[in-house]
């Protein structure tokens, strides 16, 4: 019977200690009450606590935490409606504060983010609410983090998640948009056409001008063609009548050499002057003495014949 009853006293001495041994994980705290009162805060790791007296108050995460809060309705300073919601990223610095600073915390900074939206929205247009959510975020973000520091709460980033103007205002803006789309494309397309208009006409000039030069550079050639054909015409010319003499003068050196008397010189002058015409001449003007050399010369012949 003694063993039993220490057995017992034993298991409860066991469960006890059991109880009182608290392991925090990492990136969490708890929050500790002892006797009603705070305590401590106990840190990731293996803690004891006094049986009956010492209790976890709060585990509080000290994560980084987000708060995604349903769409708030707003009114713009040009009196419209729309849905807003908002989304908070943050972090708890100081457990203590956390779980003595307000009564549910999350809710708290809901609230406190649905009037600061409502705050800021209503000095704003809907085109400026529209084009501003970074200066919103930012306003947000400052008012709401300096309202949450007695709160131990630390405000990382705050994000507009969607903005949902009334159905008629986006049918609007659909409207508005597609206008816009269509002038977009209806300058582009005249843009294009100007473009190519540009384009062909500098073509067709540059052909003008290509077609141009081209002609003149054929009537160049032509002409020098032309002018070369004419030298080289009036070179052989030049040639022919060269030879032609200076068979003449060989042919008269030739019949001095040989001893010929003056009547055969004035004869062959004769037949220079003949050959000179070449059947083109209509008149030749022939000196006298050759005329009467002419006329001796076909009476020598005559008498020859008889």
Same mark, same amino acid.
């Given at each position: 019977?003694?063993?039993?009853?220490?057995?017992?006293?034993?298991? &409860?001495?066991?469960?006890?200690?059991?109880?009182?041994?608290?392991?925090?994980?990492?990136?969490?705290?708890?929050?500790?009450?002892?006797?009603?009162?705070?305590?401590?805060?106990?840190?990731?790791?293996?803690?004891?606590? &006094? =049986?009956?007296?010492?209790? @976890?108050? /709060?585990?509080?995460?000290?994560?980084?935490?987000?708060?995604?809060?349903?769409?708030?309705?707003?009114?713009?300073?040009?009196?419209?409606?729309?849905?807003?919601?908002?989304? @908070?990223?943050?972090?708890?610095?100081?457990?203590?504060?956390?779980?003595?600073?307000?009564?549910?915390?999350?809710?708290?900074?809901?609230?406190?983010?649905?009037?600061?939206?409502?705050?800021?929205?209503?000095? &704003?247009?809907?085109?400026?609410?529209?084009?501003?959510?970074?200066?919103?975020?930012?306003?947000?973000?400052?008012?709401?983090?300096?309202?949450?520091? =007695?709160?131990?709460?630390?405000?990382?980033?705050?994000?507009?998640?969607?903005?949902?103007? =009334?159905?008629?205002?986006?049918?609007?803006?659909?409207?508005?948009?597609?206008?816009?789309?269509?002038?977009?494309?209806?300058?582009?397309?005249?843009? $294009?056409?100007?473009?190519?208009?540009?384009?062909?006409?500098?073509?067709?000039?540059?052909?003008?001008?290509?077609?141009?030069?081209?002609?003149?550079?054929?009537?160049?050639?032509?002409?020098?063609?032309?002018?070369?054909?004419?030298? /080289?015409?009036?070179?052989?010319?030049?040639?022919?009548?060269?030879?032609?003499?200076?068979?003449?003068?060989?042919?008269?050196?030739?019949?001095?050499?040989?001893?010929?008397?003056?009547? @055969?010189?004035?004869?062959?002058?004769?037949?220079?002057?003949?050959?000179?015409?070449? $059947?083109?001449?209509?008149?030749?003007?022939? =000196?006298?003495?050759?005329?009467?050399?002419?006329?001796?010369?076909?009476?020598?012949?005559?008498?020859?014949?008889?």
């Amino acid at each position: 019977m003694k063993y039993i009853i220490l057995a017992i006293i034993i298991l &409860l001495v066991v469960i006890i200690l059991a109880m009182c041994i608290n392991v925090v994980p990492q990136e969490s705290a708890y929050v500790i009450e002892r006797l009603g009162r705070y305590n401590a805060t106990w840190d990731a790791g293996i803690h004891l606590k &006094l =049986p009956l007296i010492d209790r @976890v108050a /709060r585990r509080v995460l000290l994560k980084e935490q987000v708060a995604d809060f349903a769409p708030q309705p707003v009114i713009t300073k040009d009196n419209v409606t729309m849905q807003i919601d908002s989304v @908070v990223y943050f972090k708890i610095l100081d457990p203590k504060l956390y779980a003595y600073g307000v009564e549910n915390p999350i809710m708290a900074m809901e609230n406190l983010t649905a009037t600061t939206l409502r705050n800021i929205i209503g000095d &704003l247009t809907l085109d400026e609410t529209l084009t501003s959510r970074d200066r919103i975020n930012s306003q947000m973000l400052q008012i709401i983090d300096d309202a949450t520091d =007695p709160w131990g709460i630390k405000l990382s980033r705050v994000e507009l998640k969607n903005i949902m103007p =009334p159905a008629a205002i986006r049918d609007s803006m659909e409207k508005q948009m597609k206008a816009e789309r269509e002038k977009r494309a209806a300058i582009l397309t005249a843009e $294009g056409q100007k473009q190519s208009a540009i384009l062909e006409a500098e073509g067709k000039k540059e052909a003008a001008v290509l077609n141009a030069e081209a002609a003149k550079r054929a009537t160049i050639l032509a002409a020098e063609a032309q002018k070369e054909k004419e030298i /080289r015409e009036a070179e052989g010319k030049a040639e022919a009548i060269r030879a032609v003499q200076q068979a003449t003068a060989d042919g008269i050196r030739m019949i001095k050499e040989a001893g010929a008397d003056d009547a @055969v010189l004035r004869l062959k002058s004769l037949e220079a002057f003949a050959a000179a015409a070449d $059947g083109h001449a209509t008149k030749i003007i022939v =000196p006298s003495e050759i005329a009467s050399l002419a006329g001796l010369a076909k009476g020598l012949t005559e008498s020859v014949k008889e």
